[in-house]
């Protein structure tokens, strides 16, 4: 069974579609935090075809994984340079195999924060997005409110803690681009909560405050946070379904990566720190990334 890398990609294009477009070139423009199956088959799905047109090659994707079972993704994804399939059934049963190649670094937080944050500081990064699921953005199911008294949230604020929390990460990562006199990137919540943006305002801001008030006051004037409506179907895979594509599996990979044919997605907002333009429609399908700068 070949393994799926960088090295043997090439040689798998007569059973399933494989990037056309020099992967060594792209960097990454994008920092996304929980890079799980919607991720994979979504956002980076997405990147994949507009870098197989010549396009979107300064946004390419860093995924971080915050939580002990990600160093299983962690672990795949450098295995497999960053590679995965996608993994599309048809309703008619067919199913659609294509390898991406979008993520080209994949960052562990609880092996290195420092690395986490300075990607995230680095001016190169316009946005970071996130799926860390509804209960992720520490609101207290009474109140509504952020819950500073959450133990994670209380050790991140300690003096001298290193941030641990998305929260933590994401402000320090902030903070660094205030004193360094360079624009915000973009907080994308690509989660399934109604006003996913709002919430994620609400959220980091009030971290923010407990932290700085200029600096939550910054957050608040300069650092966008739009909402989103994002939609497919990505069950996990079984087991037939990674043995159906043995040339592109390991015993056990990130991909394939199943998922329905019919996607959507909507973003908007005003993005200091850069712009990526692409919209789509079909048949079956429809996305729109549509940003303005």
């Given at each position: 069974m070949t393994a799926l890398t960088q090295e043997t990609v090439a040689a798998l294009s007569e059973t399933v579609a494989v990037p056309s477009y020099d992967r060594s070139r792209l960097t990454?423009?994008?920092v996304h935090i929980g890079v799980g199956g919607f991720h994979r088959a979504h956002q980076?799905?997405?990147?994949?075809?507009?870098?197989?047109?010549?396009?979107?090659?300064?946004?390419?994707i860093c995924g971080v994984g915050l939580l002990p079972g990600d160093a299983r993704m962690r672990d795949a994804l450098?295995?497999?340079?960053?590679?995965?399939?996608?993994?599309?059934?048809?309703?008619?049963?067919?199913?659609?195999?294509?390898?991406i190649g979008s993520i080209i670094d994949y960052l562990f937080a609880p092996d290195d924060p420092e690395a986490v944050i300075e990607k995230m500081?680095?001016?190169?990064?316009?946005?970071?997005?996130?799926?860390?699921?509804?209960?992720?953005?520490n609101i207290h199911p009474v109140?509504?409110?952020?819950?500073?008294?959450?133990?994670a949230i209380r050790a991140d604020l300690e003096p001298g803690a290193i941030p641990a929390t998305v929260f933590g990460l994401v402000?320090?990562?902030?903070?660094?681009?205030?004193?360094?006199?360079l624009v915000p990137f973009t907080v994308m919540s690509c989660d399934n909560i109604q006003g996913n943006g709002e919430v994620a305002r609400h959220s980091f801001t009030a971290f923010a405050r407990?932290?700085?008030d200029g600096l939550a006051d910054w957050i608040e004037a300069a650092v966008a946070f739009p909402n989103s409506m994002v939609d497919r179907i990505t069950p996990s895979p079984p087991?037939?379904?990674?043995?159906?594509?043995?040339?592109?599996s390991a015993s056990w990979t990130p991909g394939p990566s199943p998922a329905s044919p019919s996607r959507s997605g909507c973003w908007r907002t005003t993005s200091p720190a850069g712009a990526l333009r692409s919209r789509r429609r079909g048949s079956r399908s429809s996305g729109t990334w549509s940003r303005t700068s």
């Open positions: 990454a423009g994008i980076a799905m997405y990147l994949d075809r507009l870098m197989n047109e010549g396009k979107a090659h300064d946004w390419a450098t295995a497999q340079d960053g590679l995965y399939t996608l993994v599309l059934k048809h309703p008619d049963g067919t199913r659609e195999a294509r390898v500081a680095d001016p190169s990064v316009r946005i970071v997005s996130l799926t860390v699921t509804e209960g992720g953005y109140t509504g409110a952020f819950d500073a008294q959450a133990p402000t320090e990562a902030l903070r660094r681009r205030r004193a360094r006199g407990l932290v700085d087991t037939r379904t990674e043995k159906r594509w043995p040339s592109c």
